[in-house]
């Protein structure tokens, strides 16, 4: 009884939370349906999971993946995303290059360049988030480990974090989320090496009135390489049309509730637990 009550307070939870109109949901790359795959991205196989992998770590790649379809946005373009990503296989002489960029825009989804540009430079009417590995110089703040917010195809960062808590290139999972809320006017952006947002750091707590010159919107990512390389891999991505930051692994399907529920029983337990070691 107890265990049905749990499963109903979270399903009362569920619908009382805002829902996306529109959420693209990856949680691999087995299949890429829905996704305009440009340039030389493509998808891949890691080793031991099939990624999006928008640049290879070859010379002078550039790639862009974009929804196929435009995503309508409301007036205000508020939305959340969170992809994981791992940039691997990096080169010798730079130890990797160009770095990934999160992109919104109102184009089309074929759009994108390569190199310095990480496949981001000159796409009008857009916002980029960039994760970026390798130093151009002022642009980039003098540093190869930044992030930075771009607008409009210029990759010289209105705003610059050059403080990363960790090295983008060093070959393991990390995970951003970005998160505008038009109706405040804010962008945040959080970086982590696991699932959980409530321990990324914040990099970006940021007062902005988005502008993409139109409300359907194609969102995606894009690299490049140059001298320097890597695989520009992304591993699982949620993009919804509202601001609803992603916080769960998922929004659990009507089959998983078997297991939700197995879950509240042994949290249950585990408390019983430790009620009991606490009394001992
Ligand atoms: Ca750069
Ligand atoms: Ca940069």
Redesign the pocket.
């Known amino acids: 009884m107890k265990t049905l009550f749990l499963a109903a307070a979270a399903m009362a939870a569920l619908a009382a939370s805002p829902a996306a109109a529109v959420e693209l949901n990856f949680s691999d790359f087995s299949s890429t349906a829905g996704l305009q795959l440009n340039g030389d991205a493509a998808a891949a196989n890691d080793g031991t999971r099939d990624v999006l992998r928008v640049t290879p770590a070859l010379l002078g790649q550039s790639g862009s993946v974009f929804s196929t379809n435009a995503i309508t946005l409301g007036a205000d373009y508020s939305f959340s995303t969170r992809f994981t990503f791992n940039f691997n296989q990096q080169d010798d002489a730079f130890g990797g290059a160009d ?1 990934l960029v999160f992109v919104l825009q109102t184009n089309a989804n074929s759009v994108g360049g390569g190199g310095g540009g ?1 496949g981001y430079e000159g796409i009008p009417n857009s916002l980029g988030v ?1 994760f ?1 590995d390798f130093n ?1 110089g002022s ?2 703040g003098d540093s190869g480990n ?1 992030a ?1 917010i771009d607008f409009n195809g210029d ?1 010289n ?1 209105a705003f610059l974090n050059t403080s990363l808590p960790f090295l983008l290139s060093s070959g393991s999972d990390l995970t951003a989320w970005i998160d505008y809320d038009g109706a405040l006017g804010n962008l945040q952006v959080r970086l982590g090496n696991s699932l959980d947002r409530s321990a990324a750091t914040l990099l970006f707590d940021q007062a902005l009135t988005l502008d993409l010159g139109g409300t359907d919107a194609f969102a995606g990512f894009t690299s490049g390489t140059g001298s320097g390389w890597a695989n520009h891999d992304v591993v699982s991505w949620t993009f919804r049309d509202t601001f609803e930051p992603v916080i769960s692994t998922s929004v659990p399907e009507p089959a998983n509730w078997a297991l939700l529920i197995m879950g509240f029983g042994g949290m249950g337990a585990a408390l019983r637990r430790r009620r009991a070691f606490a009394a001992a």
């Open positions: 770095g990480i960039e970026d151009n642009g980039d930044h930075g990759v960062s």
